[in-house]
Antibody
Framework: QVQLVQSGSELKKPGASVKVSCKASGYTFTTYAMNWVRQAPGQGPEWMGWINTNTGNPTYARDFTGRFVFSLDTSVSTAYLQISSLKAEDTAVYYCARGDLSEVRGVMSYWGQGTLVTVSS | SYELTQPPSVSVSPGQTARITCSGD??????AYWYQQKSGQAPVLVIY???KRPSGIPERFSGSSSGTMATLTISGAQVGDEADYYCYSSDSSGNYVFGTGTKVTVL
């Protein structure tokens, strides 16, 4: 069965960096797009962008350029989200979510359990 | 930036029909998707491409779209359907956005 297992919660200080992992199993990793979604406490989800798991080409949503990097290690079927220069407003649950095609569209069929990143001094 | 606007809340009695609207300027050209999110859980896709239901989603969930408005309908709502519902679509540049969200209460 398809599973996306994310790394555990993180507590970081402002200005630090964090790397969240999303390990996929139960399917061929390079077949389907991987999306990243952020959800701040008490807020709705925000689409951060996606990465083509076949080519490694990332696409970032307008509000997630500069400090956010999507990457892959296809040898271990894992996608990564790195956030640098963390700010308090980056405090949120971050989800990886698998698409149903190699290119992004609105379908996100499988989701990781979410990783809480807390930024606090 | 592109916005998808939903009513903040919808309340129905068990067995009644709940309708959630989503308004967006690009909806005449772009598909609408709907996600259900229960407290403390990841979102779940309940409708894709305006009106298609993924396998495993009950038939009481249906979707439609006309002009700049998409609608999610829960026919015969159950207490277990209480959740936040988000529409999801893209703008003309291919950037996806979630709607403002609707809290559905069934009581």
């Amino acid at each position: 069965q398809v599973q996306l297992v994310q790394s555990g919660s993180e507590l970081k200080k402002p200005g630090a960096s964090v790397k969240v992992s999303c390990k996929a199993s139960g399917y061929t990793f390079t077949t389907y797009a991987m999306n990243w979604v952020r959800q701040a406490p008490g807020q709705g989800p925000e689409w951060m962008g996606w990465i083509n798991t076949n080519t490694g080409n990332p696409t970032y949503a307008r509000d997630f350029t500069g400090r956010f990097v999507f990457s892959l290690d296809t040898s271990v079927s894992t996608a990564y989200l790195q956030i640098s220069s963390l700010k308090a407003e980056d405090t949120a649950v971050y989800y990886c979510a698998r698409g149903d095609l190699s290119e992004v569209r609105g379908v996100m069929s499988y989701w990781g359990q979410g990783t809480l990143v807390t930024v606090s001094s | 930036s592109y916005e998808l606007t939903q009513p903040p809340s919808v309340s129905v009695s068990p067995g009644q029909t709940a309708r959630i609207t989503c308004s967006g300027d690009a909806l005449p050209q772009k598909y609408a998707y709907w996600y259900q999110q229960k407290s403390g859980q990841a979102p779940v896709l309940v409708i894709y491409e305006d009106n298609k239901r993924p396998s495993g989603i009950p038939e009481r969930f249906s979707g439609s779209s006309s002009g700049t408005m998409a609608t999610l309908t829960i026919s015969g709502a159950q207490v277990g359907d209480e959740a936040d519902y988000y529409c999801y679509s893209s703008d003309s540049s291919g950037n996806y956005v979630f709607g403002t969200g609707t809290k559905v209460t069934v009581l």
